[in-house]
């Protein structure tokens, strides 16, 4: 009994406030304007989402809306590397109690998808090929964590909402070096009790010797 007794709290029962579910309304509204719930489902959210009491209550609410606002084919384009070889474009990255990492060389379509319940995703930009010189990453987790690593080149625009959690920039340990022709990478979506970040770092195989303390 007494190892019961000392277990710590779950934070998914803990009691939300209103600012909290103001929050939820708004990404529930966007949702709506983006036409990925029609105007009665977003009442029924709504009135959902004001009626909760707990986190736990939150999470059904919204756990289907990380998709990216404007859906891409089922099967993208292959692309190729620096070497000739093809590479395939991915439109998504989930982990569901599990890691999702994208690293090394790989296509990132116009828009991509990162969604994390209870696990982790990576996005490792450094290395990535983008097919659009502004991309938008749609990056939401519930209790999990999605990190996104970029170049020092690339600019970045966050714009997120968190609820219980972290949604922003990083650390970097390398310096922006940025230009007026710097591609974009828009990071938008949610962090419920998670962390969605970005960070900069040096190319992959940089010896820490030439790294400069930032």
């Given at each position: 009994?007494?190892?019961?007794?000392?277990?710590?709290?779950?934070?998914?029962?803990?009691?939300?406030?209103?600012?909290?579910?103001?929050?939820?309304?708004?990404?529930?509204?966007?949702?709506?304007?983006?036409?990925?719930?029609?105007?009665?489902?977003?009442?029924?959210?709504?009135?959902?989402?004001?009626?909760?009491?707990?986190?736990?209550?939150?999470?059904?609410?919204?756990?289907?809306?990380?998709?990216?606002?404007?859906?891409?084919?089922?099967?993208?384009?292959?692309r190729?590397?620096?070497?000739?070889?093809?590479?395939?474009?991915?439109?998504?990255?989930?982990?569901?109690?599990?890691?999702?990492?994208?690293?090394?060389?790989?296509?990132?379509p116009?828009?991509h998808?990162?969604?994390?319940?209870?696990?982790?995703?990576?996005?490792?930009?450094?290395?990535?090929?983008?097919?659009?010189?502004?991309?938008?990453?749609?990056?939401?987790?519930?209790?999990?964590?999605v990190?996104?690593?970029?170049?020092?080149?690339?600019?970045?625009?966050?714009?997120?909402?968190?609820?219980?959690?972290?949604?922003?920039?990083?650390?970097?340990?390398?310096?922006?070096?940025?230009?007026?022709?710097?591609?974009?990478?828009?990071?938008?979506g949610?962090?419920?009790?998670?962390?969605?970040?970005?960070?900069?770092?040096?190319?992959?195989?940089?010896?820490?010797?030439?790294?400069?303390?930032?």
């Amino acid at each position: 009994m007494g190892e019961i007794e000392n277990r710590p709290p779950d934070p998914s029962l803990l009691r939300i406030s209103d600012n909290d579910r103001q929050k939820v309304a708004e990404v529930l509204r966007e949702a709506a304007g983006e036409g990925r719930i029609d105007l009665e489902e977003l009442d029924e959210r709504l009135e959902l989402a004001w009626g909760a009491k707990t986190y736990a209550d939150l999470v059904p609410i919204t756990a289907d809306l990380h998709l990216p606002a404007h859906p891409l084919p089922a099967a993208a384009p292959a692309r190729r590397t620096p070497t000739g070889l093809p590479t395939s474009a991915h439109a998504s990255s989930t982990a569901i109690m599990g890691e999702c990492k994208r690293q090394g060389v790989w296509a990132v379509p116009e828009h991509h998808s990162a969604f994390a319940l209870m696990g982790s995703v990576v996005i490792d930009l450094r290395q990535a090929q983008l097919s659009s010189h502004d991309t938008q990453i749609n990056a939401s987790t519930i209790m999990g964590e999605v990190k996104i690593i970029v170049p020092a080149h690339l600019n970045v625009v966050i714009d997120g909402t968190p609820i219980m959690g972290e949604f922003g920039h990083g650390k970097d340990k390398v310096p922006a070096e940025i230009g007026p022709d710097s591609p974009t990478i828009r990071v938008r979506g949610m962090a419920m009790m998670g962390s969605v970040t970005v960070q900069r770092q040096p190319a992959p195989g940089t010896p820490k010797k030439f790294i400069g303390t930032y």
